[in-house]
């Protein structure tokens, strides 16, 4: 009865030892979708899902871990959404619907004033915002472009304190629209 005690407290300790290398190594590629016109190198196997926003259909191309993978990452995703009939070529309505599109946005994550600047990502206009609770464990950032009548939306959500900017940077300069 004793080795028996024994024993199962040897097997905890050794699979308690081992849980921490059982961590899933998150592998990268790159992602084209054709339908939705864009390509970006993230982690593999993201899910792609619908949403509705008013009459707005948003699409989401989502990479989440896996419980075993949560030690940097909480997500990496590309949205889109289409303006039919939107010319940009007027720089008051591009800058309106940029504007507007992001800070729609950061009502997701506060309803605090966060700043957005205006970027070029990949050379399409747009803008973006960085944003981290002060108790929180986390920072998330937005860049948003758009090309055409589409916005794109790419979002990182990453835990503070983690060498976190090189895969950030990999995901954000990777975007290219196809033509």
Same mark, same amino acid.
């Given at each position: ?42 982690? #593999? ?58 800070? #729609? ?49 790419? #979002? ?24």
């Amino acid at each position: 009865m004793i080795m028996r005690s024994l024993q199962n407290v040897v097997v905890a300790c050794v699979a308690f030892c081992l849980l921490p290398s059982c961590k899933e190594k998150t592998t990268w590629s790159e992602y084209t979708s054709k339908d939705a016109g864009f390509t970006v190198f993230m982690p #593999t196997h993201p899910a792609r899902t619908d949403g509705k926003v008013g009459k707005q259909t948003i699409h989401y191309v989502t990479w989440k871990p896996t419980t075993f993978a949560l030690d940097k990452f909480k997500l990496f995703q590309v949205s889109y959404t289409d303006y039919p009939g939107f010319v940009n070529s007027d720089s008051v309505r591009l800058n309106a619907l940029l504007d507007s599109s992001i800070n #729609t946005r950061k009502k997701d994550f506060t309803e605090l004033d966060v700043d957005s600047e205006p970027i070029t990502l990949n050379g399409y206009p747009g803008r973006a915002f960085m944003y981290q609770t002060d108790r929180g464990n986390t920072i998330t950032i937005v860049k948003e472009c758009l090309v055409g009548s589409r916005v794109y939306d790419l #979002t990182v959500i990453a835990k503070k304190d983690y060498p976190t900017n090189d895969e950030m940077n990999k995901f954000f300069n990777s975007f290219q629209v196809l033509r």
